[in-house]
């Protein structure tokens, strides 16, 4: 028997995709992705100027899709959840 074991939730890699809106040039998609790579447990940051959109890959135990949203819109930009294509 074990005492004071406590079950540990296994962290699970997560897909977060959004659109984002208010991306104009190539430095917009570079400010996007330098800001969401400062949050923990971000795998790849892949952001599209011509899409609009963002998709990020992620260490569900150390961060959030309402968290990586939080941080595109610090930096200027309105992102708002998507579906994740599937491929």
């Known amino acids: ?33 330098a800001a969401i790579k400062k949050l923990k447990g971000i795998k790849d940051v892949q952001v599209s100027l011509d899409e609009k959109s963002a998709v990020i890959k992620y260490d569900d135990a150390l961060t959030s899709s309402d968290e990586i949203k939080n941080k595109i819109d610090s930096v200027g930009y309105k992102a708002t959840s998507k579906q994740c294509d599937k491929g």
């Open 1 to 33: 028997m074990l005492i004071g074991f406590s079950q540990i939730a296994l962290a699970e890699t997560r897909n977060a995709c959004f659109s984002v809106e208010g991306m104009t040039c190539a430095t917009c998609t570079v400010t996007t992705k």
